[in-house]
């Protein structure tokens, strides 16, 4: 472990707790309706759509209401994504004339893409056409991440109002967003990324000549805008195939850097905003601090377990399937923080990590996507559990438990109870389907334990809505493409109509002053107990699985054992 290792961790730990503050009261600011610097330059730009789109900002929305404008608007925009894919042959800016996608994979893509899993079955430049990446995968990264943004937004309103009974609008909650929060943000982040060398560019693919005089397609195409939106709305669809480990979407140590801290800006900001939204700054921090101290926990053993001899390969740590210019800290931390946050994009290939360092990164998707997560979907993943808190702290002191002054009461424990445990069905059922059969084991590429984690991975990374795979398995064909659509639907809305309807039970119950036997929901009691709750509520349906992955191939690699 080199100095400038640790020298970079506290810069970037120190960044994180500076810009989250910041950003986090500007967001606020924008869900209040409150003036903003840019309300100049884009006021008149957010009128015009309303305008256009015939909506009334002012007027607001039942649960049921937001429910069902949030999920016509998600499903339409996917079917014209679907169409898009299996049409882009003849469509414009297609300059490598690249075929239509067939139904299966390109349903796969469009699902994924409109869950803010982007999880893809293909590789970018191989298979996409210019206007596919633009108009279709990055518009997406847009609306999927504004769209996890207004719920979480939503479901604050139904906590901390004190009566009434709508949660907002889902229109001008999604416009705001996009438009005062994921442009901005992005236009900035893509121009430092051309300067540092991604390219931004609607040229042909380049033709060059190797040393030893062979003939080289170098692709290019407008990249820079697509990753600055897929690491800021966690989003993770690269537009190469290789991901952030591409020298185009990640040049320099600069752009590493930064594309990791983008990944956790936008939710590490969203619990600052929950602390303002209530009134109370020490309840945002008190969900920071959870989600940062599984952070650290999380990162800490899988940074160890990466530096670690190899009894099996004999090497004195594990530099397989990372490059070299990022090296083990790097490739650990980004991949710590991408399946912390439900991004998905990699910079390291997560099918060569150590049992352990793989067992962490498939243990950070399984408990939820709470540990920061997704913009949006990993605060109000970590509200539901929450919610479990102060239900089992009431238990234990014998009193109705409250959060926020709002008791909380059989309707919204059964909605968290079903949010919570709607991916665990996707990921052990699907898991225990594709184990079964054989069109779900004839593509992985490696048997025993490992083989297991690789189908695991897959169906947990489709159902917490993450993108990444240990890419030692083949899923470009049928049985995977319906399968993990399936997946990645059911772990996004299966989530969020629970979150809302906790959010209209909520709204309209008054709030009761504290009383001396109201329990505290800030401060380091109650981090240590949410985090409890977390690990064995999230994490003990997992046990089995994990056992016979990542655990019990970990006892066999010390015994020198792989496969």
């Known amino acids: 472990?080199?100095?400038?290792?640790?020298?970079?961790?506290?810069?970037?730990?120190?960044?994180?707790?500076?810009?989250?503050?910041?950003?986090?009261?500007?967001?606020?600011?924008?869900?209040?309706?409150?003036?903003?610097?840019?309300?100049?330059?884009?006021?008149?730009?957010?009128?015009?759509?309303?305008?256009?789109?015939?909506?009334?900002?002012?007027?607001?929305?039942?649960?049921?209401?937001?429910?069902?404008?949030?999920?016509?608007?998600?499903?339409?925009?996917?079917?014209?994504?679907?169409?898009?894919?299996?049409?882009?042959?003849?469509?414009?800016?297609?300059?490598?004339?690249?075929?239509?996608?067939?139904?299966?994979?390109?349903?796969?893509?469009?699902?994924?893409?409109?869950?803010?899993?982007?999880?893809?079955?293909?590789?970018?430049?191989?298979?996409?056409?210019?206007?596919?990446?633009?108009?279709?995968?990055?518009?997406?990264?847009?609306?999927?991440?504004?769209?996890?943004?207004?719920?979480?937004?939503?479901?604050?309103?139904?906590?901390?109002?004190?009566?009434?009974?709508?949660?907002?609008?889902?229109?001008?909650?999604?416009?705001?967003?996009?438009?005062?929060?994921l442009l901005p943000l992005s236009l900035v982040f893509s121009v430092v990324l051309v300067q540092q060398g991604v390219p931004q560019t609607f040229q042909e693919y380049a033709a060059a000549k190797t040393i030893e005089g062979a003939e080289q397609i170098i692709p290019l195409g407008p990249a820079a805008s697509q990753i600055a939106i897929k690491q800021l709305g966690t989003n993770g669809g690269g537009f190469f195939g290789v991901n952030s480990a591409h020298p185009f979407e990640n040049p320099t140590p600069f752009t590493n850097f930064l594309e990791m801290l983008a990944i956790f800006v936008i939710p590490a900001g969203l619990t600052y905003t929950l602390g303002l939204m209530t009134g109370d700054r020490r309840q945002g921090w008190t969900i920071f601090g959870?989600?940062?101290?599984?952070?650290?926990?999380?990162?800490?053993?899988?940074?160890?377990?990466?530096?670690?001899?190899?009894?099996?390969?004999?090497?004195?740590?594990?530099?397989?399937?990372?490059?070299?210019?990022?090296?083990?800290?790097?490739?650990?931390?980004?991949?710590?923080?991408?399946?912390?946050?439900?991004?998905?994009?990699?910079?390291?290939?997560?099918?060569?990590?150590?049992?352990?360092?793989?067992?962490?990164?498939?243990?950070?998707?399984?408990?939820?996507?709470?540990?920061?997560?997704?913009?949006?979907?990993?605060?109000?993943?970590?509200?539901?559990?929450?919610?479990?808190?102060?239900?089992?702290?009431?238990?234990?002191?014998?009193?109705?438990?409250?959060?926020?002054?709002?008791?909380?009461?059989?309707?919204?424990?059964?909605?968290?109870?079903?949010?919570?445990?709607?991916?665990?069905?996707?990921?052990?059922?699907g898991t225990a389907i594709a184990a079964s059969v054989p069109a779900g084991s004839a593509t992985i590429n490696n048997q025993g334990a490992h083989g297991f984690s690789e189908i695991l991975y897959a169906f947990t990374s489709a159902a917490a809505n993450n993108g990444s795979a240990f890419a030692g398995i083949g899923v470009n064909n049928d049985f995977y493409n319906y399968a993990l659509a399936i997946c990645m639907f059911l772990g996004r809305f299966a989530v969020i109509v629970p979150v809302l309807a906790i959010a209209g039970s909520m709204v309209g119950k008054k709030i009761a002053p504290p009383s001396p036997g109201t329990f505290p929901t800030s401060g380091f009691t109650f981090i240590g107990l949410l985090i409890a709750v977390v690990l064995i509520v999230g994490g003990l349906n997992f046990f089995p699985a994990l056992s016979l992955g990542p655990i019990v191939e970990h006892l066999l690699m010390a015994a020198g054992r792989t496969f």
């Open 290 to 429: 959870a989600m940062f101290a599984l952070f650290i926990m999380g990162f800490g053993l899988s940074w160890w377990a990466e530096m670690q001899p190899n009894p099996a390969t004999g090497l004195v740590s594990n530099m397989e399937g990372k490059e070299v210019r990022l090296g083990i800290m790097n490739s650990t931390l980004f991949s710590t923080i991408t399946t912390d946050a439900s991004c998905g994009a990699v910079n390291a290939m997560h099918d060569s990590l150590t049992p352990i360092a793989g067992g962490v990164a498939l243990v950070n998707m399984l408990l939820g996507e709470v540990i920061f997560g997704g913009v949006g979907a990993g605060l109000y993943g970590m509200l539901v559990f929450v919610i479990l808190t102060v239900f089992l702290a009431g238990l234990m002191v014998g009193r109705t438990p409250e959060y926020l002054g709002k008791k909380i009461e059989a309707r919204e424990v059964k909605w968290a109870v079903v949010a919570a445990l709607a991916p665990c069905v996707c990921i052990l059922l």
């Open 1 to 181: 472990m080199q100095a400038h290792d640790w020298i970079q961790l506290a810069i970037y730990l120190a960044a994180l707790f500076v810009l989250a503050p910041v950003l986090g009261k500007f967001m606020h600011q924008v869900f209040s309706g409150e003036r903003t610097f840019l309300a100049p330059l884009l006021g008149p730009a957010e009128r015009l759509i309303y305008k256009l789109g015939g909506v009334d900002a002012q007027r607001e929305m039942r649960w049921t209401g937001y429910v069902v404008a949030l999920l016509a608007f998600n499903v339409l925009g996917g079917l014209l994504t679907l169409a898009q894919l299996m049409t882009q042959a003849w469509l414009p800016l297609n300059p490598e004339h690249l075929p239509n996608l067939p139904f299966a994979l390109a349903l796969n893509t469009a699902v994924s893409f409109m869950t803010n899993t982007n999880w893809q079955a293909y590789s970018g430049e191989n298979t996409m056409s210019y206007l596919s990446q633009m108009a279709g995968l990055a518009v997406h990264n847009f609306t999927s991440a504004a769209t996890g943004i207004v719920v979480v937004i939503a479901l604050i309103r139904g906590l901390t109002r004190r009566s009434g009974d709508t949660v907002g609008n889902f229109w001008a909650d999604l416009v705001r967003c996009t438009l005062y929060i």
